[in-house]
């Protein structure tokens, strides 16, 4: 049995934010190296278990060539060894890639051999980024770091990590239909068509959190069947989800501007499941500000 506490592995996007991911974690206390080549993951791990009883964090990425792919058999055999393992993927949609790239002026490591230093390369670059990864990504929890700054992604990183390892967390998530559905959501509810505090003057520049929204929206049958319609199918899926293994499920709520009910429905849905579940509570377009 291994005496490493906990091995924290981050995968991802080039440009997706996995350094200050991994800078988060070394805060918290892990011992952090980063873009260590898979066929290296079992060679330290053996020597940091001769060392001392810590929690470890890697960052490895398609910077590792050709011997990424062996990454997704490695891990699972950590697992049948005892080591507790959460995989972190962090992703961001492919204009905020072009962005950071072009801002940086950084060359995308999968930039073939005379490539132009131009947005259509580079796209064509992340799509191959994205063909590479896919397997790894369906294995790990994803976040989505397209509208977050840097302070947001590390409180995001240190509150997923805080999560009791032993239990099935929760995340619930608000975003805005009209900046794009969230890359990390593993379900997505639209409630578009529940009536909108938007078009209530006294209720336009508050929140889903504040008390005359909240009010509003408690006495809107609709939002109500769609609380109960939500909650009901999670909570008929948590125990196969839990089942399988998994380490966080997201549940994303979206409407047009992710600022009224979205936040409302993630702000109940959190109260309701957090005293069975660890539940985490997410604004995409709150926490953006």
Not at 29 to 56: F, H, I, M, Q, T
Not at 174 to 186: C, E
């Amino acid at each position: 049995m291994s005496s490493i506490k906990e091995l924290v592995v981050i995968t991802g996007m080039s440009g997706s934010g996995k350094s200050i991911a991994l800078h988060a974690l070394e805060d918290a206390g892990y011992y952090c190296v980063d873009n260590l080549p898979p066929e290296l993951l079992e060679p330290l791990l053996a020597l940091e278990s001769d060392r001392n009883d810590r929690k470890l964090a890697i960052a490895m990425d398609v910077r590792s060539g050709q011997s990424l792919p062996q990454l997704p058999l490695l891990l699972h055999g950590l697992t049948d060894k005892g080591i507790h393992l959460r995989l972190l993927f962090l992703d961001a949609n492919d204009q905020t890639l072009v962005r950071r790239f072009s801002e940086t002026r950084r060359r995308h490591p999968l930039s073939l051999a005379g490539d132009a230093a131009d947005q259509q390369t580079l796209v064509q670059a992340i799509a191959r980024e994205r063909d590479v990864l896919a397997d790894l990504r369906d294995r790990s929890h994803v976040i989505d770091s397209s509208f977050l700054r840097a302070a947001q992604l590390i409180a995001y990183v240190k509150e997923l990590i805080a999560a009791p390892s032993a239990l099935l967390t929760l995340v619930f998530e608000s975003f805005a239909f009209k900046r794009g559905i969230t890359l990390d959501a593993d379900y997505v509810f639209d409630v578009r068509m529940l009536p909108n505090p938007h078009y209530e003057p006294a209720l336009r520049a508050l929140t889903g959190r504040d008390q005359p929204v909240i009010d509003f929206l408690d006495a809107q049958p609709e939002a109500q069947r769609m609380l109960h319609d939500i909650a009901t199918f999670v909570r008929q899926w948590l125990p196969a989800m839990a089942r399988d293994h998994r380490s966080y499920v997201t549940v994303a709520i979206g409407c047009t501007g992710g600022q009224h009910r979205s936040v409302y429905l993630v702000e109940k849905l959190a109260a309701l499941f957090g005293p069975d579940w660890f539940s985490l509570r997410r604004h995409r377009e709150l926490d953006h500000h």
